[in-house]
């Protein structure tokens, strides 16, 4: 009889660390998905970008190339250093250099959130046609 409660009490109590756990892991999720970004529109010289981030983040600009998909390099980028980082969705146009898309042009399209020492913060890579 004792064991039986022993075992019962037990299970209790793992039942209650794994309700805090998930109670825990749910609640983080959101804060945890603040940085996000995407590419929302191209156009022969320019990317269009939804982003979010917050201060604690480090992001300090916005990086975006595009090129042919199978090329060894981009054939244009850019880059965007003012900012809001304050957790609120924010859109913005970053100006491509170098070789200007044509229309029917299919290319990959990289964007990034990058911090002071351009290391990524969160990106997205997406095929697009012009």
């Known amino acids: 009889m004792a ?3 022993n075992i019962r009490r037990r299970a209790l109590v793992v039942a209650a660390f794994g309700a805090m756990g998930a109670a825990v892991v749910s609640t983080a999720a959101p804060a945890l ?3 996000s970004i995407d590419a929302t529109a191209l156009g022969p010289e320019n990317v269009a970008v939804d982003y979010s981030c917050d201060a604690a ?3 300090t600009a916005i990086k975006v190339m595009v090129g042919e998909p199978q090329a060894d390099r981009p ?3 850019g880059a965007q250093s003012d ?6 969705r924010h859109n913005t146009v970053v100006m491509l250099t170098g070789t200007r898309l ?3 042009q299919t290319v990959q399209v990289r964007v990034a959130l990058v911090d002071s020492t351009d290391n990524v913060v969160t990106g997205q890579a997406k095929v697009a046609s012009f």
Do not use: F, I, K
């Not at 900012?83 to 609120?88: H, N």
């Open 75 to 77: 054939s244009a980028g």
């Open 33 to 35: 998905a603040e940085t």
């Open 102 to 104: 044509a229309p029917g």
């Open 3 to 5: 064991t039986l409660q």
């Open 57 to 59: 983040a480090g992001v």
């Open 83 to 88: 900012l809001t980082c304050d957790g609120a």
